[in-house]
């Protein structure tokens, strides 16, 4: 006995067999079959085989087992119990015998599910539109051949009597005002009545009150002959009071001069068919795991939602997302992950059982609760704390006692001015703001910010093209000796010549450049145009010898590359090394340790000056100070900004003073240069210069400003300049 293989993956041949051989002998012993039993198994095998690649299959389609219920029907393997064994064996021995390697797969498990109601769904199907083509070619001959020979119209009678008593399903003969002609065992079998109970009754009897109205309009209609048959889904009562749904098929007979005579109604019970569905459909639409609606049967609602809201609704959503989940996960373990799912997904339906909300799980950790009422914002908010409380609470799991947070993106708005896709990107956005802002916390949508988020995005997405292109630009800060005045360095500060928005200044891109890596490349180019306009200066003004001070970001610092970098730099513009300075933070710095704190060494023996920017605002470890081969500390504007413009005499500007004296006297006694930033007044460069600070670099002294401003400044005054080490003179 040979079958195709089905290609592996776990499939069992000796199972497949044993299956099909056991199929073979319930069918042939719960009727008749028309095969032999050698003919019976092999049909049966190849049917087993092609369930199984059903199984397999990349891309599933229950369609093999509706046609394999065909294939029952067309073998003559009709009685009832052959459906009842296949249906329930398909569920309980085909895993087991044919892929015993997949018998606990949930997904395989949803596809056996799938098999059996798609060859129920075929089998009866296929009984019923063969019985119907019998049915209506021996009524077409029954009530067709009054013109043919008496014995024929007796022979075409008694076939039609010998179906009309043996058939499977119900058939039913009423007059045109309903009152029943004729049944047979099978239709008073299925409604629970007897067959003489049946003709002392009326159709509208049995009629079920939700369905008659519908059904009583499609009777009239076909009576006036708009239709010559109609096909319908139906309720029946039976006789104790129950209720069973069918599949109803209803013809009209007519006189010869048209007039309505009776009708003809075939009635199929599909009860067990419908339940199946109903139970298929509740799998496709809710969470096997928590039990709650998945996220198609809540898409399904909010569309709904969307598609009958009037001109006033609103419609609040709360996303919620468990912080951390990932983590319990991770160290737990997926099962224990699981239980804890099941409890959150029980306890946010619980939190709002009876007020009208749908909760929903959308996938992992992610859950939704759509909001039905209409108090607005303040309905969205209680939900989302209802939520968070019951989300909070201990949840004991095994003999884990689990601590569980979530963050909730709330979003309430009128219906008739977004869509779905609108307002779950909503969500999503606010969710993520609520995870931002720390765990156990909801936020609100707020549409300036979202466009806020949304223009950042796109600058961010922007920003390797405008490299590309050549978009940035470098603007150069004077930094000035508070002794004579003279311009001794400028920092050069990058800028974005944006296509659309104009220049663009570092608070709004460098950050982005950070959080996307960019600042490498970014920074590496910055260095080399720096260095380059330096060395045009240099050549130009050869006495001046002018520093250049570019900023490192903390990114660039730690790039063990670094240092190969400001060499090709230096190389390739021809700038001597001490003509530049590179800033770093404070923070950046004092815990550089490794590989970071070689580089710094590196890059001072190649000459290059090195400073720390916002000296003062970071850890401020003076003790790992002395260790770095740093040349100037720039210290910090707030520090500056207190020392107040208007010449008062306040305690908290003295305080101010005392803290820049004695950073000064700090740095000097490292033998550092100081250059202070952000000298906005007159008033604040004297107190500088009185403190002995030796540069200071602010609006003071000029703003950022295109390399060919500071050319011109260059060709009209000269003064003294900074000397390799940094120093023209050691302070006192």
């Known amino acids: 006995m040979h079958a195709p293989d089905p290609g592996g993956g776990g499939f069992s041949r000796p199972g497949a067999q044993a299956y099909a051989a056991e199929w073979a002998r319930a069918v042939r012993r719960i009727g008749f079959v028309p095969l032999s039993a050698a003919g019976t198994e092999r049909l049966l095998l190849e049917h087993t085989v092609r369930l199984g690649q059903a199984l397999l299959a990349p891309v599933f389609s229950a369609r093999v087992a509706e046609d394999v219920g065909r294939a029952l029907v067309a073998a003559h393997l009709t009685d009832p119990g052959v459906l009842d064994w296949s249906v329930q064996a398909l569920g309980d021995r085909f895993l087991p015998r044919v892929l015993p390697p997949l018998a606990e797969e949930p997904e395989v498990r949803e596809r056996v599910v799938a098999l059996q109601g798609a060859l129920g769904a075929g089998f009866a199907r296929a009984l019923r539109d063969r019985t119907f083509s019998q049915q209506e070619r021996i009524a077409r001959s029954a009530w067709q051949a009054r013109d043919a020979v008496e014995q024929a119209l007796r022979d075409s009678e008694a076939r039609f009597r010998a179906v009309f008593t043996g058939a499977a399903i119900g058939i039913g003969i009423a007059a045109v005002d309903g009152t029943i002609l004729e049944v047979n065992q099978s239709f008073a079998d299925m409604l629970g009545y007897t067959v003489e109970e049946l003709r002392r009754i009326n159709v509208a009897a049995l009629c079920h009150a939700d369905d008659a109205a519908g059904m009583w309009e499609l009777y009239q209609e076909l009576t006036e002959g708009k239709h010559d048959s109609v096909r319908v889904e139906k309720r029946y009562y039976r006789k104790d009071g129950s209720t069973i749904r069918t599949d109803l098929a209803v013809s009209l007979i007519r006189h010869d001069d048209g007039r309505p005579r009776f009708t003809v109604a075939m009635i199929e019970d599909i009860t067990e068919r419908y339940e199946l569905e109903q139970r298929l459909r509740f799998q496709a639409l809710h969470d096997p795991l928590t039990g709650l609606p998945n996220r198609t049967l809540f898409l399904e609602t909010l569309g709904e939602v969307f598609d009958t809201a009037g001109p006033e609704q609103r419609v609040g959503l709360c996303f919620i997302d468990l912080d951390g989940f990932k983590a319990i996960n991770d160290s737990l373990g997926h099962g224990l992950g ?395």
């Not at 997405?461 to 311009?487: K, N, T």
């Open 338 to 732: 699981d239980r804890l799912l099941k409890v959150i997904g029980r306890r946010l339906a619980d939190c709002v059982a009876g007020q009208g909300h749908l909760v929903a799980r959308m996938g992992g950790d992610e859950f939704v609760i759509l909001v039905d009422s209409g108090g607005g914002l303040d309905d969205a908010v209680e939900v989302a704390e209802l939520a968070l409380a019951a989300v909070s609470a201990p949840v004991h799991v095994g003999d884990q006692q689990l601590a569980v947070s979530a963050s909730i993106g709330i979003v309430e708005c009128p219906a008739v001015e977004t869509s779905v896709s609108e307002l779950m990107k909503a969500a999503d956005t606010t969710l993520y703001w609520a995870k931002a802002e720390g765990r156990g916390r909801w936020a609100v949508y707020d549409p300036e910010r979202s466009a806020a988020d949304i223009a950042r995005s796109a600058l961010a997405a922007g920003l390797p093209a405008a490299l590309d292109r050549g978009e940035f630009v470098l603007h150069y800060q004077p930094i000035v000796s508070l002794l004579d005045e003279s311009m001794v360095a400028v920092e050069a500060l990058v800028r974005w010549q944006h296509p659309d928005l104009g220049l663009i200044g570092p608070d709004r891109f460098i950050g982005l450049a950070e959080e996307t890596g960019l600042i490498v490349r970014l920074g590496a180019w910055v260095l080399k145009q720096a260095c380059r306009d330096a060395e045009g200066w240099r050549r130009a003004y050869p006495g001046t010898r002018l520093v250049v001070s570019v900023n490192l970001a903390a990114r660039q610092a730690d790039d063990p590359a670094i240092v190969e970098t400001v060499a090709e730099a230096l190389q390739h513009t021809g700038l001597p090394a001490e003509l530049l300075q590179l800033e770093l933070t404070e923070s950046a710095v004092m815990g550089t340790a490794g590989e970071p704190l070689r580089s710094l060494h590196q890059l001072a023996d190649l000459g290059v000056r090195l400073a720390i920017d916002d000296f003062g605002t970071g850890y401020s470890n003076l003790a790992y100070l002395r260790r770095l081969p740093i040349h100037c500390l720039k210290l910090a504007g707030p520090f500056v900004e207190g020392i107040r413009n208007d010449g008062t005499d306040d305690a908290a500007d003295h305080r101010d003073e005392r803290i820049v004296d004695a950073l000064v006297r700090l740095a000097h006694a490292l033998e550092l240069w100081v250059t202070a930033e952000a000298v906005e007044t007159e008033v604040q460069a004297e107190r500088l210069r009185a403190l002995r600070c030796d540069t200071g670099q602010g609006r003071w002294f000029g703003p950022p400003m295109p390399a060919n401003r500071i050319h011109a400044q260059l060709g009209g005054k000269e003064g003294p300049l900074l000397n390799a080490s940094g120093r023209e003179g050691a302070p006192s």
